[in-house]
């Protein structure tokens, strides 16, 4: 609510304020919780519901991460869904109206008591990182500078993971162009 995805109404009851949810945005707020437990970034999460190019991306990083895969330290997967929620989410209909089924038995966020998304899960069962692994893990969680390290070090053939790197490469570029051009006008 706090990024604008969500729109909601404050209400006036006896001398407290609520805040209610309407009904045309239950979708999204759906969407939006269930992208969060895979995303703990809410700009990223935004970011799926506004810019094609992106969640084309997270689609395919998603895909590549839950496919075949039954469970994500002791959470449950549900196969069936994961399909339905991997195709609703490359499908070209907007999240605000389309709902995205839930590929979990139960949240990460409940199972895990607390804001910890698929991508730290994931780097919880695997104690020893690649330098793929590492770089995502960074990347999702928002910190593009320490992305940017790991990239640099991936030598691979996997066309996926370098598709992913040229992408940190090119937000770590547009960040660092926009820092740069706010020191100058300092």
Not at 103 to 114: C, I, N, R, S, W
Request: proline residues 3%; contains cysteine.
């Amino acid at each position: 609510m706090r990024n604008g995805l969500v729109i909601y109404n404050d209400q006036l009851n006896v001398q407290r304020k609520s805040r209610g949810v309407p009904r045309d945005q239950l979708t999204t707020l759906h969407n939006a919780v269930i992208l969060q437990s895979l995303l703990s970034d809410p700009k990223k999460v935004k970011q799926v519901f506004e810019d094609k190019f992106f969640r084309h991306d997270m689609s395919e990083l998603f895909s590549a991460l839950l496919l075949e895969r039954c469970s994500i330290v002791g959470l449950s997967l549900l196969n069936k869904e994961v399909t339905s929620f991997l195709a609703a989410l490359s499908g070209s209909k907007s999240l605000r109206e389309v709902m995205l089924a839930n590929p979990f038995e139960t949240l990460p966020q409940v199972v895990l008591d607390g804001p910890m998304d698929l991508m730290q899960t994931i780097l919880a069962q695997n104690s020893s990182l690649s330098n793929g692994d590492a770089m995502m893990a960074h990347y999702l969680e928002g910190n593009i500078e320490a992305a940017w390290r790991h990239a640099q070090t991936i030598c691979t053939d996997d066309s996926r993971l370098l598709q992913y790197r040229d992408l940190i490469e090119r937000e770590y570029t547009n960040a660092k162009e926009f820092d740069d051009l706010l020191d100058f006008l300092q």
